[in-house]
């Protein structure tokens, strides 16, 4: 049964003593400790923006917010009382999770009949902001599944399995949630690694490098006041928008987009009919950008990063018109107060902007964002599960 899902917000730092109070929380509705403690990074993606469903490479960082869930054996229910308990927005991500966590064990003979769990979920991440609040959460009930249902979560360091879960948990959420995303988010909260950005494929095979982020860059994020959230009409227009990548990837005769896209590039779109001309030239413009920004991060060139920064800002505004003139407004602020680089982050039409700034041009960056609570991300490890005994 899911207790409660508490949405944190987005002012001030992340609570160093989240784990301590979301164990004490649980004891205090249940009269009891709980048995899991899991933790699961939302993400801030750096650039290689609506891309993934292209089956093309990613930039992404698991940062240090993050969807926490408590749990213990229930006395009675099962997973199935779980399920049926879901209905609500958020608890449609928890029932992802479960049922990622349930196809996991089924390949492997585990028993799925385990006892269920109660859980409690809280977030210190900023909810429906575009930092993947939703996947988050589907990690953390998939994780809190697996411990309970007598799986065990795979070693951060077992990159195959970890992968392998990721796309479990992304299919389960497009079972749930009717979006048609690709696997960056739960990518990204499964393999983060501390001080350390993320390149993502997925075509030929998923893979993940880690590359640290230079010492002096910071990441400020900024929310536009608009929620990003995935219903209604925001996702009417991402799913929108998937199609068309797949219309393109199957006029130049390459299947769904997310298997093949990625291996036709780079080809010429002047054929492409309407809009699609514009889709596919952001699309391809991102794959070159997102390629050459993982290499201005190897050379540790804040000017380069950011200048590609930019140009994915312009080319998500321009050609796959999925920014507001809030999130321009934010990004163009942030570049004057002398951000390297400043873009809209996730799906885009609301949520958050990610603007890169060296150290020495936080303070003011900040500044220029003041009235968008903004806050500076840093780069987390991936999702776990702790004792809660250890956060007493
Ligand atoms: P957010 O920003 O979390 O809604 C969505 C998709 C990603 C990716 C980005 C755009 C889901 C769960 N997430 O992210 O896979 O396509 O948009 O780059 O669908």
């Not at 150290?359 to 220029?368: D, I, L, N, P």
Request: charged content about 20%; proline content about 6%; hydrophobic content about 45%.
């Amino acid at each position: 049964m899911v207790l409660a899902v508490n949405a944190g917000n987005l002012s001030g730092a992340p609570d160093m003593t989240t784990a301590a109070e979301v164990c004490r929380e649980f004891e205090h509705r249940r009269g009891r400790p709980p048995a899991v403690l899991v933790r699961a990074p939302g993400r801030v993606n750096l650039i290689g923006e609506h891309v993934d469903y292209c089956g093309l490479p990613v930039l992404p960082v698991a940062i240090d917010r993050a969807v926490w869930a408590a749990a213990a054996p229930a006395v009675r229910p099962c997973v199935d009382t779980m399920l049926r308990g879901a209905g609500s927005e958020w608890e449609r991500y928890a029932e992802a999770g479960f049922r990622a966590a349930r196809e996991w064990l089924r390949p492997a003979g585990e028993p799925t009949s385990a006892a269920g769990a109660d859980v409690l979920f809280h977030s210190d991440l900023p909810v429906a902001a575009g930092l993947s609040s939703s996947s988050a959460l589907a990690v953390a009930a998939t994780l809190v599944a697996l411990e309970v249902g007598g799986g065990s979560v795979p070693a951060p360091d077992d990159a195959v399995a970890r992968l392998r879960l990721a796309s479990v948990v992304a299919e389960a959420e497009r079972g749930s949630a009717g979006t048609r995303g690709g696997a960056m988010d739960q990518t990204a909260s499964l393999m983060g690694v501390a001080g350390h950005a993320l390149h993502i494929r997925f075509v030929p095979h998923a893979s993940v490098q880690p590359v640290p982020l230079p010492e002096n860059w910071r990441l400020v994020v900024a929310w536009s006041g608009k929620s990003a959230r995935k219903g209604g009409s925001a996702r009417r227009v991402f799913n929108e928008r998937v199609a068309q990548a797949d219309e393109i990837a199957r006029y130049f005769g390459a299947g769904p987009a997310a298997n093949a896209l990625g291996s036709v590039l780079p080809v010429s779109g002047a054929k492409l009919p309407g809009v699609l001309k514009k889709r596919f030239a952001h699309i391809n413009g991102e794959a070159r950008r997102t390629h050459e920004a993982v290499a201005a991060l190897r050379a540790r060139d804040p000017g380069r990063f950011g200048e590609l920064l930019n140009q994915s800002h312009a080319s998500l505004r321009d050609l796959y018109e999925v920014s507001t003139p809030r999130l321009d407004e934010l990004v163009n602020r942030a570049l004057g107060a002398g951000a390297s680089g400043a873009r809209l982050t996730g799906a885009g039409l609301g949520g958050c902007i990610v603007a890169v700034c060296e150290a020495g041009a936080v303070r003011r960056v900040m500044q220029s964002l003041e009235d968008a609570e903004p806050f500076v991300a840093r780069p987390a490890a991936g999702a776990e599960a702790r004792s809660p005994a250890r956060e007493g």
